[in-house]
């Protein structure tokens, strides 16, 4: 089994910063891949961005020039720079790693909110 900790939510500006980390334990042998999703109110889960153990990434076109993810594979850690936010970036973001037969790991989500 593996756990996922999120932290680093919060309330920010329009056009503010935020970074989220989240740090993994357990049979971390078997990650490869990790990522975030999110969901906003009355929406679907979505994939934000993800990253594998070699450093391959991609990104929602959402969000795309405006936030990086990089990982920690000493650390187990993977961590999203969130940068000129948006309120449409505002929704629940969970770290995930998707296990191979499933189900996926997740975390428990943390709230970020982009208001003025």
């Known amino acids: 089994q593996v756990q996922l900790v999120e932290s680093g939510g919060g309330l920010v500006q329009p056009g503010g910063s935020l970074r989220l980390s989240c740090a993994a334990s357990?049979?971390?042998?078997?990650?490869?891949?990790m990522g975030w999703y999110r969901q906003a109110p009355g929406k679907q889960r979505e994939l934000v961005a993800r990253?594998?153990?070699?450093?391959?990434?991609a990104y929602a076109d959402s969000v795309k020039g405006r936030f990086t993810i990089s990982r920690d594979n000493a650390k187990n850690t993977v961590s999203l720079q969130m940068n000129s936010l948006k309120p449409e970036d505002t929704a629940i973001y969970y770290c995930?790693?998707?296990?191979?037969?499933?189900?996926?790991?997740w975390g428990q989500g943390t709230q970020v909110t982009v208001s003025s």
């Open positions: 995930w790693s998707p296990k191979l037969g499933g189900p996926d790991y």
């Open positions: 357990g049979s971390i042998r078997t990650i490869y891949v």
């Open positions: 990253i594998s153990s070699g450093g391959s990434t």
